[in-house]
C-alpha cells in the first residue's frame, strides 16, 4: 500500500535528532572553546564541528557546495539551532520530572549495539569523537524528550472524524494503491554487442516459441521453462506482481497494455526478446477511508503535536537565556 504522506510524520525536531543520533552528544571532554550557552549549560564548538562534519556526510554535502560561504553559514547554524533545540527540550523534559529510567536507556543501548559488530559499534564511536558513557548520556536525553512529547502534547492532542475525512479527500494520490501487474514472459536473449545475423537468428526462435504461446491450448508455463533464457525459466516464466516503474519501459508498455490471460507479439528490449503474459491486475484504486482512518488521525496527531512542539521551542527559547558566541 503506497501511503507515502503517511511517512513523514515525525516532528523536524526528531527527525534531527534522530539523524544526529550519534554526533550529537555530550562530550565527554568538552572542548574550550563554546559554540553556543544554553541556560548555562555550554555547546563546545568541538561538538558542534563534529555534529555539522556528521551532517554533512550523512546528507552528501561536498567540499565544492561548501565553498560558497552563504552555504557553509547557513547549514552549520542549522546544525547548532538543532542542538540548542536538543538542549533546550532535554532542560523542559527534565523540569517536569520526565526522565528516561536507566534501565530503559539500557535496553535500548543493548538493542543498537546487537545490530553491530563490536568492532563496528566502536569504530563508529571513535568516528565521530564519543565515548560509550557519552553517547548513552544523549540517548538518554532524547528517550526523555520523546517521553516528554508523548505524555505532555501528543496526549492531549484531538484529531475529529471531519479532520480525518477532509484529509482523505484531499490527498487521494496518498491514498491510491499502485497498479501492478502478475506477469509471466519467456526471454530468448540477444547478448550485447551481438552481430545483425545474431539478433536475427533470436528474433526467428523467439517467433517460433511465440507461434506456440499463442495457441489456444497454449501451456505458457510449461513454455517458459523449456524455452525462457531469463532466470524465472525454473519458475514457468513467473515475476509475479510487478509495477510498471520496476521494469524497462518497452516492457512495461506491453505488459500494462495486455488484459488478462493474454500474450503480448514480440517486445525487444536490451536484453533480448519477451513474450509476455497477464496473469491478473490489482492496484489502481482508492484505499477505503476505514482501512486507513487511524494511521491518518496519527498522521494528524503528529503535525499537530509538531506544531506545537514549534511554539513550545520559540517559548522556551525566548524566555530562556540562549548566548550564541560563534560567529555565523
Known amino acids: ?51 555539522f562534519a556528521s551532517y554533512l556526510d550523512q546528507q552528501g554535502v561536498g567540499a565544492p557546495a561548501l565553498a560558497k560561504l552563504e552555504l557553509y553559514r547557513g547549514l552549520r547554524k542549522q546544525v547548532l539551532d538543532t542542538l540548542i533545540a536538543q538542549e533546550l ?79 482523505y479527500t484531499a490527498n487521494p494520490d496518498s491514498f491510491t494503491r499502485p497498479a501492478e501487474a502478475h506477469l509471466r514472459h519467456i526471454l530468448i536473449r540477444v547478448e550485447e554487442g551481438a552481430d545483425a545475423a545474431a539478433k536475427e537468428q533470436a528474433r526467428e526462435a523467439a517467433e517460433a516459441v511465440l507461434a506456440k504461446a499463442k495457441a489456444p491450448d497454449a501451456d505458457f508455463a510449461a513454455l517458459a521453462k523449456e524455452h525462457s533464457q531469463d532466470t524465472s525459466a525454473a519458475e514457468g516464466g513467473d515475476l509475479g506482481f510487478v509495477q510498471a516503474a520496476a521494469v524497462v519501459k518497452p516492457f512495461s508498455e506491453a505488459a500494462f497494455a495486455l488484459q488478462p490471460g493474454a500474450v503480448s507479439d514480440l517486445v525487444e528490449t536490451q ?56 560567529s555565523l
Not at 520526565?98 to 566502536?122: C, H, P, R
Open 1 to 51: 500500500m503506497h501511503l507515502s504522506v503517511l511517512r513523514t510524520a515525525s516532528p523536524v525536531v526528531f527527525g534531527a535528532v534522530t539523524a544526529l543520533l550519534f554526533c550529537a552528544s555530550v562530550s565527554a571532554t568538552a572542548a574550550a572553546a563554546v559554540a553556543a550557552r544554553v541556560n548555562g549549560t555550554e555547546v563546545s564548538t568541538e561538538r558542534l564541528d563534529r555534529t
Open 89 to 167: 527540550l532535554w532542560q523542559h523534559a527534565k523540569s517536569k520530572d520526565i526522565v528516561a529510567a536507566d534501565d530503559a536507556v539500557d535496553q535500548v543501548l543493548d538493542q543498537i549495539k546487537s545490530g553491530l559488530s563490536t568492532e563496528a559499534y566502536e569504530h563508529r564511536l571513535r568516528q565521530v569523537g564519543l565515548d560509550e558513557a557519552s553517547y548513552r548520556e544523549d540517548l538518554k536525553h532524547r528517550m526523555s524528550v520523546e517521553k516528554m512529547v508523548d505524555t505532555e502534547i501528543k496526549a492531549g492532542v484531538e484529531v475529529s472524524d471531519a479532520e480525518i475525512h477532509e484529509f
Open 271 to 326: 536484453f533480448g526478446y519477451h513474450i509476455i503474459k497477464m496473469e491478473e491486475r490489482r492496484g489502481g484504486d482508492l484505499v477505503p477511508e476505514d482501512e486507513v482512518r487511524e494511521r491518518v488521525r496519527q498522521h494528524l496527531v503528529d503535525q499537530k503535536a509538531q506544531q506545537i512542539l514549534q511554539d513550545l521551542l520559540k517559548d522556551l527559547r525566548e524566555q530562556g537565556k540562549v548566548e550564541l558566541l560563534e
